[in-house]
């Protein structure tokens, strides 16, 4: 039993389909980021993402070692994905990763499906918000915005 | 609406779905953390019966020490780093509030220059006391009809809850450290506030304790002498070695540092902490027989006034208000600012929301 309300995890493709305005489903996901959002701050639900996938999005994947650095000490909750708390990806993390996502393995896939498994299963988050469906595969309670009308 | 915790179109019936302990690779340090942790466990309890109750700061942090290295074992570099700084917070906390603590009686020094120095209260709380009690003292009362050479068991349940104050909310704090570190830090931003307020009416209320006034030695004399041997109802069901360690503890204390009870304040915070998690109402009621149990058990063995008591009631109630406004503000903030950073998208229909 955790304390702590349930976590929802931002998947990378949610993430940025609502940081691109440009993004075919940028309307259905940002709509239901506005709803999530509005469950975060009822105290209903935590807000999280894989902490590579945030940095890269919030912060684009040119860094200097410095920003990096400074991003991993310490995330300002300012701009779109204020409510949204990172999961720090460590050495081992990245580890597991690799060995979720080998290749011939029952879990083939990209690494960005197999981080965010492996953040799943180690900060015990069970329900996933993505476009990707990829994670269908997996047991994950997955929440996913509808298809954006034709 | 726009979202949808269906699997369709591209449904993979649950019989085919991959479970995440399978997809994963198993982290071994979880079973290595819990081995650590139980067998933390099994030597503490082993201590408390052949050596007895560690109470003074120093040894307390200790024993938190050990038991973190036990719950964090594998746990990623930041998280250590981030444990390290969580430490020096917590060390630096206890420090500024033994020495703001024991300056209390002798005032406060502002960079050498000059010293502050409030006057001691003799008498006000007694005062509040007897008027809150119809013109009785409720120390005096209580030690007259209760206490005997004999020890009873009601001075069993009065020294183990007395006693529980040096342990109690740091092994709150220990568990919380290493379960979810979002609770921890809501747990210490009340406690440590708490602590904050409480040493800054040390200082500007020094307060004489019922045991000091009624001892003929401070020729206080408000009532007569009463008993003061607070943990002999623990020491009697056979924790031996405990009181040199609580001596050690008081001894590095400030004696008029009696306004607010910390000892009342801290049996509430663990309880209020916990208590939005405690569902049945039976259960909050027995929860919350604690903080009463030991305000009774504080004047009983007239270490504190009924009125230091209540002050370190108020003081916890208004801790977690605060707190609990701060919270909502930050939420809100953060809320806020992701709002205000999404592009203003068409009214859509109301959507149904996910289960929290």
Redesign the interface.
């Known amino acids: 039993m955790?304390?702590?309300?349930?976590k929802?995890l931002l998947e990378r493709s949610f993430l940025e389909a609502?940081a691109q305005?440009e993004h075919a489903d940028h309307?259905?996901?940002?709509?239901?980021?506005?709803?999530?959002?509005?469950?975060?701050?009822r105290?209903?639900?935590?807000l999280v993402a894989v902490g590579d996938h945030l940095r890269s999005i919030e912060l684009g994947d040119d860094l200097t070692t410095g920003a990096r650095a400074k991003w991993?000490l310490h995330r300002a909750?300012?701009?779109?994905?204020?409510?949204v708390d990172a999961l720090?990806v460590?050495?081992?993390?990245r580890r597991?990763a690799a060995?979720?996502g080998a290749p011939g393995t029952?879990?083939d896939t990209d690494g960005t499906v197999a981080m965010t498994?492996?953040m799943?299963?180690?900060h015990r988050v069970r329900?996933v918000v993505t476009t990707n469906?990829a994670y269908?595969?997996?047991?994950?309670?997955?929440?996913?915005?509808?298809p954006a009308p034709e | 609406m726009s979202m949808t915790t269906t699997d369709d179109p591209t449904f993979v019936p649950p019989s085919s779905r991959v479970r995440l302990a399978g997809a994963v690779p198993y982290e071994w340090f979880r079973p290595v953390r819990l081995t650590l942790m139980w067998t933390y466990l099994i030597g503490y309890l082993v201590w408390l019966k052949t050596r007895g109750l560690t109470v003074d700061r120093v040894s307390v942090a200790i024993a938190v020490g050990i038991f973190l290295l036990c719950a964090f074992v594998g746990k990623s570099w930041r998280t250590w780093g981030v444990l390290l700084m969580d430490c020096v917070a917590y060390c630096l906390m206890w420090l500024a509030y033994e020495k703001t603590r024991g300056a209390a009686d002798d005032g406060v020094s502002f960079f050498g220059l000059f010293r502050v120095k409030f006057p001691l209260q003799q008498t006000i709380m007694r005062d509040i006391d007897r008027a809150m009690f119809f013109g009785h003292d409720p120390n005096v009362v209580l030690q007259d009809r209760f206490w005997s050479n004999t020890i009873r068991w009601w001075d069993v349940v009065a020294g183990t809850t007395y006693m529980t104050h040096f342990v109690f909310p740091m092994i709150v704090m220990a568990v919380l450290w290493a379960t979810s570190h979002r609770q921890w830090a809501r747990f210490m931003k009340r406690f440590a506030t708490l602590l904050g307020v409480a040493c800054l009416l040390f200082i500007m209320l020094p307060t004489v304790p019922p045991w000091m006034a009624g001892d003929p030695k401070w020729h206080i004399d408000l009532f007569h002498e009463l008993h003061r041997n607070a943990g002999r109802g623990f020491y009697h069901i056979g924790f031996e070695s405990f009181q040199d360690g609580y001596k050690l503890a008081l001894s590095n204390g400030n004696g008029v540092a009696a306004m607010p009870s910390l000892h009342a304040s801290f049996a509430l915070v663990v309880p209020a902490f916990f208590l939005p998690w405690i569902k049945p109402k039976w259960l909050k009621a027995v929860v919350l027989l604690f903080p009463i149990i030991m305000l009774s058990s504080l004047v009983y063995l007239a270490e504190h006034w009924v009125i230091d008591g209540l002050a370190g009631w108020a003081i916890t109630g208004l801790t977690f208000w605060f707190w609990n406004r701060m919270e909502q503000r930050t939420r809100s903030i953060r809320a806020t600012r992701a709002l205000s950073a999404l592009p203003q998208l068409p009214e859509m229909a109301t959507p149904e929301e996910v289960p929290a």
């Open positions: 955790s304390m702590d309300p349930p929802v609502v305005p309307p259905s996901c940002a709509e239901l980021y506005r709803h999530l959002v509005a469950q975060f701050e105290q209903e639900i935590l991993f909750h300012k701009g779109l994905f204020a409510p720090y460590g050495f081992q993390h597991a060995a979720t029952d879990t498994l492996v799943c299963s180690r329900r469906p269908k595969r997996y047991e994950l309670e997955l929440v996913h915005p509808d």
